[in-house]
C-alpha cells in the first residue's frame, strides 16, 4: 500500500508485483521530464525521460506515462524486484538544462 | 567511462568552521552542476556552469558560500563560515551539451554535517 512517512511517501510492494509511481508537477510550461532513482548512499541515476510532445514512453521493465491536462507523471515498474527498492524522484526542465526535482517517493520491495 | 567523481565523501564539522567540496566531472562534458539534497527532499540547484562561466547561480547563497570552476574541468564549492543549516548532502553532476536529452550524471555527493 502507499503511506506518508515523516519525510517521504513511501510505496510498499512484493516482489513480482508492478509498482506505480506517481508525481504532480508544478509548471504547465516545462517541455522535459526525467525520472531518476536514488539508492541510500548514492546519487541520482536516470531511469527514463520524456517529452511534453509525447503521453507515453517505455524502457525496459519500466513505463512513463504523461498527463499534460493535470500535469501528472507517473512511472510503472513491471515485474518489482528487491533491487528496485529505493527513492524515486520525478524533475521537470524549466528552460535550458535547469531541472526542479519533486520530493521522491520510497519504494520498498519485500522478497 | 568512469563517473563523476566527489571528496570527501563524509565531512563533520563544527559552525562557523570554512568547509570545501571538490567534483571531477565526467571526462568530455562540459556542464557542471552544484547541488544540495536536504534529508527526505530532491536536489536543489545551487550553480551551473558552463565550461569556466557560472551560467546560474540565482540560486547559491553568495554571502557565505562560493563555487570555482577555473579551467573548466574541476570544480570546487566552499562555505565559509557554515552553519547548523547547511547540513545536508552536496551532488555534483555533469552533462554534455550535445546530447539529446538534458541527462545529467550525478556524483555520490558529500555528506557535510555541522554540529
Known amino acids: 500500500g502507499e503511506s506518508v512517512g515523516l519525510h517521504l511517501p513511501t510505496l510498499s510492494v512484493q516482489e513480482g508485483d508492478n509498482s506505480i509511481i506517481n508525481c504532480a508537477y508544478s509548471n504547465s510550461a516545462s517541455d522535459y521530464f526525467i525520472w531518476y532513482k536514488q539508492e541510500s548512499g548514492k546519487g541520482p541515476q536516470f531511469i527514463i525521460d520524456i517529452r511534453s510532445n509525447m503521453d507515453k514512453r517505455q524502457g525496459q521493465r519500466v513505463t512513463v506515462l504523461l498527463n499534460k491536462t493535470v500535469k501528472h507523471l507517473s512511472l510503472q515498474i513491471a515485474a518489482t524486484q528487491p533491487g528496485d527498492s529505493a527513492v524515486y524522484f520525478c524533475?521537470?526542465?524549466?528552460?535550458?538544462?535547469?531541472?526542479?526535482f519533486g520530493k521522491g517517493t520510497m519504494l520498498l520491495v519485500s522478497p | 567511462e568512469a563517473g563523476v567523481v566527489q571528496s570527501p565523501r563524509y565531512k563533520i564539522i563544527e559552525k562557523k568552521q570554512p568547509v570545501a567540496f571538490w567534483c571531477n566531472p565526467i571526462?568530455?562534458?562540459?556542464?557542471l552542476y552544484w547541488y544540495r539534497q536536504n534529508l527526505g527532499q530532491g536536489p536543489e540547484l545551487l550553480i551551473r556552469?558552463?565550461?569556466?562561466?557560472?551560467?546560474?547561480d540565482s540560486q547559491l547563497p553568495k554571502d557565505r558560500f562560493s563555487a570555482e570552476r577555473l579551467k573548466g574541468v574541476d570544480s570546487t564549492l566552499k562555505i565559509q563560515p557554515a552553519e547548523l543549516g547547511d547540513s545536508a548532502v552536496y551532488l555534483c553532476?555533469?552533462?554534455?551539451?550535445?546530447?539529446?536529452?538534458?541527462?545529467?550524471?550525478f556524483g555520490p555527493g558529500t555528506r557535510l554535517t555541522v554540529t
Open positions: 524533475a521537470e526542465n524549466i528552460g535550458y538544462s535547469t531541472l526542479t
Open positions: 571526462s568530455g562534458h562540459n556542464t
Open positions: 553532476a555533469s552533462s554534455h551539451p550535445g546530447q539529446v536529452s538534458y541527462e545529467q550524471y
Open positions: 556552469y558552463e565550461n569556466e562561466e557560472a551560467v546560474d
